[in-house]
């Protein structure tokens, strides 16, 4: 599957060239908010009132690629939670009126579907749709879709594959419940050194087109696999086996993009994997740019993308060991432990 | 291309609590849809609910789970139709453990099933719930596939009311591509104040059971439950008894509107036309067609345009939802077993309380049980956010 334009929405100024040339920014609090383009050109003014973050987000960033590739197929979006903002709003209302008469937006808004209906009605797309809504799972299962989808396509054909994440304050509390996210303040550019529980709170919208077709591409997404529930060895086994089965040697790959999000718990399974590697090999961490949420491998895709294609070299914000234009990067990413990925990308024409 | 099987299947709604007793209650034209019993809410008076006859308690006893505080509604009816599934199946502890055994589930509602609780603990009212790691759409699948260490692909879809139809479409698409063996596909929702009050704004629940396909119809009614189905290669069902095989499946999305259907069925023409090119069929082979037929004014009107738009003779169709009511995420995965159940047994049953049918188009829904040789049928779902799917599925001698 070739990846053939990509846009993203994120904490950082992607959007425009900002980001990728060397600038980012470093937040002091643990909740990092999309840098939100200009929507005014993009969705009509009575549509945007009424749109949740998600949605909104998602949008503006896919939009403009549907409107400027060849016409898509169908559109593949992974969310774990789609419109939260929206959800308890809905909910808040369903309790502090006592179920009385509620207005339908906030439920409309808040199915998880919502983006990519949205998106087909926006741009008059009656192909293949689908939501994948599996958690911190949720892209890859939606890049497998795409996948599985391309393979069985006879002629040139491309789709929108993407995914989207909304902070709100609920899904914050929520998570904070749960232990996910570190009670004391700390930067981003301080979270990957950091010996502390849990993580900081980020956001995002990233959407790709992929193709069949190879011409143009920017890369070529290789193969991906998930792990549930593994010990330690099922991780050494099953990347050795993932590497085996598409002709891979661990020499092979150029860069490791890593997961780490500063969670001292879990951190450790980065070291794992770093362990089944030549002590050289070249790393580095996204997630000191975009913070911790469900579907951020779509961003660490994002970002594979930008390397392969000779970016970020000299980029102040870069934590790793990172030197050299990579043709071949496996993306690891895991969440407490319990749920693993490994997303292999190319450049389109590697040696 | 591998051929598809279904090799086991488990359902639990308002009407039974096994496919046994779902076969029975088509037979005997039992309704689901009543006055609720376990739900609490202020329409659990004024409204009717094809609810599960079950507490939560009950459900979890039945499956022993009630030490387990965290374990939701959506969960527990999941847990029940997944066991009936892979038992039916015969598919052993091992073989779940196998990479080449995947699971695919869905849901609308989720993890979000008690609004209450959610709302406390979204808004930091007190000590945490003990569903504060649960309210997650993926919830039920990741406990389930803890509880049976599935290990191939694990995903959960959510395209509202074609959910589970779109999961049975992944999971078939895993095998065709030979990325598994076997592959257990569904759904599963549990009725909540969220959905309740989600349908109750946009003015489409109806006060009385439903009436899909009658002219005077007045809304849907919801229900909940969970129904999953065992899909297998040809070489991993080997000579186990098939049930039947799954031959064609299509997906579109109308996009029209967030949450109604086009006047001219876009969407619902799409789905299943595609569905029928990929079976290799004309329409008329098509011997019975299970319809969303929701109960709603546009779902049905929509639908039966869309029907008599693909079909120049327009074959025996009715919903199902007038038994269950519209069991959202599960209603993909419950109708495709309910019309298998119909394939089987040669059996159309009526699509009840449809009294006065549509007038704008000549045809009608089945209005009493017919016995007639079927070979192949199809089932549609259509859900908010214009997602469209139909499967067709036929008949293993």
Known sequence: ?351 | MQKIFITGMGAISSIGSTVDEHLNALRSGKCGIQKARFFKSRYAEDLVFGEVPFSDYQLKEFNNLTSQKEITRTTVLALNAFKEAIHNAGISAELLKSDRTAFISSSTVGGMCYTDELYSDANLKGEPSNYARSYEGSDHTWRITKMFNIGGVVDTINTACSSSANAIYMGARLIQTGRADRVIVGGADSIAKYTVNGFNSLMILSEKACKPFDEHRSGLSLGEGAAYLVLESEDAAGKKHKIAELNGFGNSNDAFHPSTISENAIGPILSMNLALQMTGIKPDLIDYVNAHGTGTMNNDLTETRAINTIFKKVPPYNSTKSYTGHTLAAAGSLEAILSILSLNNNELYPSLRCESPIKAHQSRPIFEFVRKELNYVMSNSFGFGGNCTSLIFSKCI
């Not at chain 1, 797309?125 to 393979?151: K, Q, R, S």
């Not at chain 1, 304050?169 to 232990?179: H, K, S, T, V």
């Not at chain 1, 994997?273 to 002590?279: D, E, H, V």
């Open chain 1, 1 to 351: 599957m070739y990846l053939k334009d990509l846009s993203s929405v994120s904490p950082q100024v992607t959007y425009t060239e900002e980001f990728i040339n060397g600038d980012y920014i470093i937040y002091s609090k643990n909740i990092l908010s999309v840098i939100e383009p200009s929507y005014s050109e993009i969705i009509p003014a009575s549509l945007l009132r009424r749109m949740g973050k998600a949605v909104r987000m998602g949008i503006g960033a896919a939009l403009p690629l549907i409107e400027r590739n060849e016409k898509i197929n169908g559109i593949v979006m992974g969310t774990a939670n789609g419109g939260l903002e929206n959800c308890i709003n809905f909910l808040n209302q369903i309790i502090e009126y006592d179920e009385g008469v509620l207005t339908p937006t906030h439920f409309v808004q808040s199915t998880p579907n919502a983006l990519a209906g949205q998106l087909a009605l926006m741009s008059k797309n009656t192909g293949y749709n689908v939501t994948h809504v599996n958690g911190p799972l949720a892209f890859e299962n939606a890049i497998l879709d795409a996948m599985m989808f391309l393979e069985g396509a006879s002629n040139k054909t491309s789709l929108l594959l993407g995914a989207v994440e909304e902070i709100s304050n609920y899904n914050y509390n929520i998570d904070l419940i749960a232990g996910r996210y570190k009670l004391e303040n700390i930067a981003n550019n301080d979270l990957i050194t950091s010996q502390t529980n849990g993580s900081i709170c980020g956001e995002g919208a990233t959407m790709f087109i992929v193709s069949n077709d190879a011409n143009d591409a920017l890369a070529k997404i290789i193969n991906l696999k998930q792990i549930n529930f593994p010990n330690q060895i099922d991780l050494e086994q099953l990347l050795n086996q993932f590497l085996i089965e598409n002709d891979l040697i661990p020499d092979d790959i150029d860069l490791l993009i890593l997961g780490n999000n500063g969670d001292v718990q879990f951190d450790s399974w980065y070291v794992l994997l770093r362990s089944c590697f030549p002590a050289n090999m070249e790393y580095v961490y996204y997630k000191n740019f975009v913070g911790e949420f469900r579907t951020n491998s779509a961003f660490a895709l994002f970002f594979a993308t930008q390397l392969l294609n000779g970016r970020f070299h000299n980029h102040k914000g870069i934590q790793g060991n990172f030197r050299n234009t990579p043709k071949t990067i496996l993306i690891y990413n895991q969440f407490e432990g319990i749920h693993h990925s490994f997303i292999l990308v190319q450049s389109p024409e590697p040696e």
